[in-house]
C-alpha cells in the first residue's frame, strides 16, 4: 500500500517549528511495510489544502494528516477533508463529554470554539485522544484511508502506535516485523558496503540501512503470516549481521540507545565515570544522564572550556597546552588522565576541539576534535575530523566519544581476560 505523510500548519511553512511529525511518520510507515514516496506541507489554508488532498487522494492509498484540528478558525483540516469528500459534519457525543472532562479535570473553562473539536465528518471512525483536546479521525472512502492526527508530537505519537498503526495492519494481509540492529564505530559506506551482497539479493526479508549521527542502523523487516514466522524469516539475517559486524553491534532492540548501551556495559561491570568536555560543553553527560540509572555509576562532570580551567580543575601542564595547543592529543591525554585522577573514576572520557564557525586553521581546521577514553589506566585517544556547522560537530562529538567509551571498556576487559587466560 502506498502512503503520503500531510504536515498541516503554516509554522512549519516558516520555519517556526521542526516537522518530526513527518521523520517519526515515515519511519514507522516503512517499519510495517507502507511504502511513501511523497511528503507534503501546507499551510493553513483552505484552498491549497483541498489541493494536495485531490492530489494525494489521487495517488495513494493511506493519506496520514497531523495538524489543523484545534478551536480556532485557522484550524481546517477536518473541515476542509470533509468538503473534499463530500462528508458533512455532526457533534459527537462521546467526543463532546471527553472534551468536558478534560477541562473539568483541570479545573478549566471551556471557551464555544472549543466545541468545534467535537464535530467529526459523517461515517468515520473517532480515535480517542487521552492527552488532548482533539480526537483523531479515520475516514474510509472508496479504498481510501483518510487518517486525521493533532500536531502535537506528545498527541500524535501515542495516537499512531496505540490507534492508528493496528488499523494500518489490519489493512494489510499478514503482518510486517521489523529489527533493527544498531552499529557504531563503523560509517555508513563501509557498513552498506558490508552488506552489498544481502541488500543485492534480498526478497523477504528485506534490508535497509539508517544513517545517524555517529552511528547506523540496519533493519530487517519480514512479510509473513503471523509474528512468530516472521522472526523465525529475520533470525538467520540477524545472526549474519552479528557475525558481520562483531562487537560493533551495540544493540538488536529498537528501544535502547548508544548511551544507554554505555551505562548498561558500565553497570554490568560496576565501573563509575566522569566526564570532562571542551567544545562539546557539557552535551555527553546530559546524553549519559538521560538514562535511568545512571546515578548508580555517574560521578562527576566538568566542563573545561578554557585552558586555565583545564590547568586548575584537570591538572593540565602549561608548557603542553603552549607546545601543541587546547586541541590536541596531548591535551586530551592529560584532560583524561587528571579526570580519572582526581575524580577516582573507573571511566574518563574527555572531549577536546573546533567546532566552529571560527577557530580553525589549515593545520587545524573546524571539525577537528581528539577524544580520549581512560578505563582503569588504560588510555586510549581518537582524532576525529567532522563536517557540519557548530552543532553538528559537537552531537558527531558526542556520539564518537559514546562510541570509544564502548570501544574502551570491551577492549579493557577483552585484554584483562586473555592475560587471565595467557597466565
Not at 489554508?45 to 485557522?74: F, M, Y
Not at 567532522?386 to 570491551?410: D, P, Q, T, W
Request: glycine share 10%; proline share 4%; hydrophobic share 40%.
Amino acid at each position: 500500500m502506498i502512503v503520503e505523510i500531510i504536515s498541516v500548519g503554516t509554522e512549519i511553512l516558516l520555519g517556526n517549528i521542526v516537522n518530526t511529525n513527518a521523520a517519526y511518520l515515515a519511519e514507522k510507515c516503512a517499519g510495517i511495510g507502507l511504502s511513501c514516496y511523497y511528503h507534503d506541507v501546507v499551510g493553513d489554508n483552505e484552498e491549497r489544502l483541498t489541493g494536495v488532498l485531490k492530489t494525494a487522494l489521487a495517488r495513494a492509498d493511506v493519506l496520514l494528516l497531523s495538524g489543523g484540528l484545534g478551536p480556532t478558525q485557522d484550524d481546517l483540516t477536518k473541515e476542509t477533508a470533509a468538503g473534499v469528500l463530500g462528508r458533512k459534519l455532526y457533534l459527537h457525543e462521546p467526543a463532546k463529554e471527553a472534551l468536558t472532562a478534560f477541562f473539568k479535570k483541570r479545573g478549566m473553562e471551556i471557551t464555544d470554539n472549543n466545541w468545534k473539536q467535537a464535530m467529526v465528518p459523517e461515517g468515520s471512525i473517532v480515535v480517542e485522544n487521552p492527552n488532548g483536546t482533539a480526537p483523531g479521525i479515520i475516514i474510509e472512502d472508496n479504498g481510501k484511508h483518510i487518517i486525521l492526527m493533532p500536531g502535537p508530537p506528545n498527541e500524535l505519537v501515542p495516537m499512531f502506535e496505540d490507534s492508528v498503526m493496528p488499523y494500518l495492519n489490519s489493512l494489510q494481509p499478514g503482518i510486517i516485523y521489523s529489527q533493527t540492529v544498531k552499529i557504531c564505530g563503523i560509517g555508513e559506506s563501509k557498513a552498506e558496503a558490508m552488506v552489498e551482497d544481502l541488500i543485492n539479493a534480498q526478497d523477504n526479508p528485506t534490508i535497509a540501512t539508517y544513517a545517524k549521527t555517529g552511528e547506523v542502523h540496519l533493519r530487517v523487516t519480514a512479510r509473513a503470516d503471523d509474528e512468530k514466522e516472521a522472526k523465525k524469516l529475520i533470525k538467520p539475517y540477524i545472526k549474519e549481521l552479528k557475525g558481520r559486524f562483531g562487537n560493533h553491534i551495540y544493540t538488536t532492540q529498537e528501544e535502547v540507545t548508544l548511551e544507554k548501551a554505555v551505562v548498561d556495559l558500565l553497570l554490568a561491570n560496576h565501573l563509575t565515570v566522569s566526564t570532562v568536555e571542551s567544545c562539546t560543553g557539557g552535551m555527553l553527560a546530559a546524553r549519559l544522564i538521560n538514562v535511568p540509572g545512571v546515578s548508580d555509576v555517574f560521578k562527576t562532570g566538568y566542563i573545561t572550556y578554557s585552558n586555565k580551567s583545564k590547568r586548575k580543575i584537570l591538572g593540565v601542564k602549561k608548557s603542553t597546552l603552549e607546545k601543541h595547543g587546547a586541541v590536541s592529543e596531548g591535551v586530551a591525554k592529560e584532560m583524561v588522565k587528571g579526570a580519572a585522577l582526581f575524580t577516582k573514576a573507573d571511566v574518563a572520557v574527555a572531549v577536546t576541539g573546533i567546532a566552529g564557525p571560527d577557530g580553525g586553521s589549515e593545520e587545524k581546521p573546524v571539525g577537528l576534535v581528539y577524544i580520549a577514553c581512560n578505563v582503569c589506566g588504560r588510555i586510549d585517544i581518537k582524532e576525529c575530523r567532522f563536517s557540519g556547522n557548530r552543532m553538528k560537530v559537537r552531537e558527531s562529538s558526542v556520539s564518537a566519544a559514546l562510541s570509544l567509551m564502548r570501544e574502551s571498556i570491551l577492549a579493557y576487559y577483552s585484554e584483562v581476560t586473555f592475560g587471565a587466560k595467557k597466565s
